[in-house]
């Protein structure tokens, strides 16, 4: 291996010891008291090599989402072809992260302020996500199995609210079965099979 792949491969690696610390600060401690300094230690490197990477606390952490839904998507394009049977999935699958989905629920109060990096970051995901499950909701009108007196842009609109909010609600009641809720509300559009 070459001087320049070493380097690179080095990177990579340091990288990921990086976000691996992000991912065991956030766990211990919770996004909002997770220090940057702290993962730095954990990851072997200085503040700066974090710096290097990741310029805010923000990036990193925003990073850590991004990961995490690339490997969900990676691993539902080989089940899945339907966005909403992937959502219901997801969902119901969150019970096993919840220090991800604390993440997330913090990070997109975060992402409401224009000049926050996360800002793009969530905006982008919400068109992507809403417009995937329109047109999934829109075949399975086309079908006849749903309703169709409500736009397939509304119900998207309604599943992605109830995910979001179920989330929330589990996190402060762990009781809360996200995954079946969010069930009940698909089914009362009408009689679909995701």
């Known amino acids: 291996m070459g001087t320049r792949q070493a380097r690179y491969a ?3 690696a340091t990288r990921k010891r990086i976000i691996d610390a992000a991912l065991e600060e956030l766990k211990q401690k919770g996004y909002a008291r997770a220090s940057l300094r702290e993962v730095a230690n954990q990851a072997g490197v200085t503040p700066a090599g ?10 990193l952490f925003l990073e ?3 990961l995490r839904d690339e490997q969900h998507a990676d691993a539902e394009t080989k089940t899945h072809t339907q966005p909403l049977a992937e959502l219901l999935e997801v969902v119901a699958d969150n019970r096993r992260e919840p220090d991800l989905v604390r993440l997330f629920v913090a990070m997109s109060a975060e992402a409401v302020e224009p000049g926050s990096p ?6 982008a995901r919400y068109q992507t996500l809403l417009g995937d499950l329109e047109n999934d909701v829109r075949g399975y009108q086309d079908r006849g199995e749903i309703r169709r007196d409500i736009s397939a842009s509304d119900i998207a609109s309604l599943m ?5 909010g179920l ?7 762990p009781t809360v079965d996200m995954g079946g809720r969010l069930r009940t509300l698909w089914l009362s559009f009408g009689q679909p099979k995701p």
């Open 10 to 12: 080095n990177g990579v």
């Open 118 to 123: 996360a800002n793009t970051w969530f905006v």
């Open 167 to 173: 989330q929330t609600q589990w996190l402060l009641n």
């Open 64 to 66: 850590v989402l991004r």
């Open 160 to 164: 992605v609210a109830a995910a979001d």
């Open 50 to 59: 974090v710096n290097h990477y990741f310029r805010t606390k923000e990036d």
